[in-house]
């Protein structure tokens, strides 16, 4: 399913994490990673971006010694802008990013970058989140990201592409939770038929995981989107959360609206992102 990885790192001890949990990826295919940093176009750029080739190569021999296929790139030029071209032109199948938490999300990936790179590439984003161990010190959820998905759905036709997406994950995966969420601005009179017909789509769901394998459960609330979502994922200790990046009601424009930015900002689970581009 990821095959070739673009890790995009800043060196900092977040970012610095994310190499470990390329050997999970392993298990949905990962063969081919491309290791990047995007240099700010300042008057010491060329200073700098031969620095971070040589940081960048010192991570390549790690890594080839792990058994992976690895490049280096190291462009001058606007983070986001960058990473999306050069993943379309290395036909990359998955980025992967890092955050520390609600602050440094807040300063570093939904400040710029990572919002901006959300908003326009047409690959798959892995948002990896950490755990705080005390101090200054964190740990990523890298072992166990995939053991227990969580799935919000609106069931529009972005969402159920994505969905069909997760029976790719049967290798890594073991547990399934689909949830739709029913906005708290539906008058109380048509909640009743919305739990009856959602629980409906998500049964049919179930079943079709529960056929390919997967142990599967389903939820339906009634809230405000994102924080329905972060109280599931965290009810339910879920490892990750995956979702269309796109879709209608619950997380219509979601990378653009407030929905997106809460889950990211506020969910201790990390999260992969699957873009719709027609």
Do not use: W
Request: charged share 35%; hydrophobic share 40%; with cysteine.
């Amino acid at each position: 399913m990821f095959k070739k990885v673009m890790l995009a790192t800043d060196f900092s001890p977040p970012a610095e994490q994310l190499f470990n949990c390329l050997e999970e990826l392993t298990m949905l295919g990962a063969e081919e990673v491309l290791l990047l940093n995007v240099v700010r176009p300042t008057g010491m750029a060329m200073q700098i971006q031969e620095r971070t080739l040589k940081k960048l190569e010192e991570k390549k021999k790690i890594l080839e010694e792990k058994g992976f296929k690895v490049t280096c790139e190291a462009p001058i030029g606007f983070a986001a802008t960058e990473i999306r071209e050069l993943s379309k032109r290395e036909e990359v199948s998955l980025i992967l990013i890092g955050s520390k938490g609600e602050g440094f999300l807040r300063r570093m990936f939904l400040g710029s970058t990572a919002a901006d790179l959300l908003r326009i590439t047409d690959k798959p984003v892995l948002l990896e989140k950490y755990q705080e161990m005390g101090g200054d010190e964190v740990k990523a959820f890298c072992e166990r990201k995939f053991l227990k998905i969580l799935f919000p759905t609106d069931f529009s036709e972005p969402a159920n592409r994505a969905f069909n997406r997760l029976k790719d994950l049967k290798g890594a995966a073991k547990h399934m939770v689909l949830a739709h969420i029913i906005d708290k601005g539906v008058g109380d009179e048509d909640i009743l038929k919305h739990r009856e017909d959602a629980g409906k789509k998500l049964n049919v769901m179930r079943k079709e995981l529960a056929d390919s394998g997967f142990q599967t459960d389903v939820r339906v609330r009634v809230g405000v989107p994102s924080q329905q979502v972060i109280d599931i994922a965290e009810d339910d200790e879920v490892t990750l959360i995956a979702m269309a990046s796109r879709g209608e009601g619950v997380i219509k424009d979601l990378l653009l609206g407030s929905t997106a930015e809460n889950i990211a900002r506020r969910s201790k689970r990390p999260i992969l992102l699957f873009p719709e581009r027609k």
